[in-house]
């Protein structure tokens, strides 16, 4: 069974920095393409950023885009969200999610999530 846990949620001040880290536990992590979604409060799910298993293909949505880094370490079953110049639009729930193969920018082509950790950016 694979589990993912986030951490490195918080709260923050606009232009700050934080770093988000998602370990997953069970096999074969380094076949997992790995994304990351946020959810603000009354809006949907939104896609911010994924990486393939070799971490050779990244995607990001446009608005974190040189803001927000994906990277990911096979040897510690660990993928992270490097989210620096935060502004309070980014203030959400950060959940990390696996599937095996290529990856995808939508929710639904991702078999596993994490519960998610909080993100709250101040003005």
């Known amino acids: 069974q694979v589990q993912l846990a986030e951490s490195g949620g918080g709260l923050v001040q606009a232009g700050g920095s934080l770093r988000l880290s998602c370990v997953v536990s069970?096999?074969?992590?380094?076949?997992?393409?790995m994304g990351w979604f946020r959810q603000a409060p009354g809006k949907e799910r939104e896609f911010v950023a994924a990486?393939?298993?070799?971490?050779?293909?990244?995607n990001y949505v446009d608005s974190v885009k040189g803001r927000f880094t994906i990277s990911r370490d096979n040897a510690k079953n660990t993928v992270y969200l490097q989210m620096n110049s935060l502004k309070p639009e980014d203030t959400g729930v950060y959940s990390c999610a696996a599937r095996p193969g290529r990856i995808y920018v939508t929710a639904g082509e991702y078999r596993y999530w994490g519960q998610g950790t909080q993100v709250t950016v101040s003005s």
């Open positions: 069970g096999r074969a992590f380094d076949t997992y393409a």
């Open positions: 990486i393939s298993w070799s971490g050779g293909s990244i």
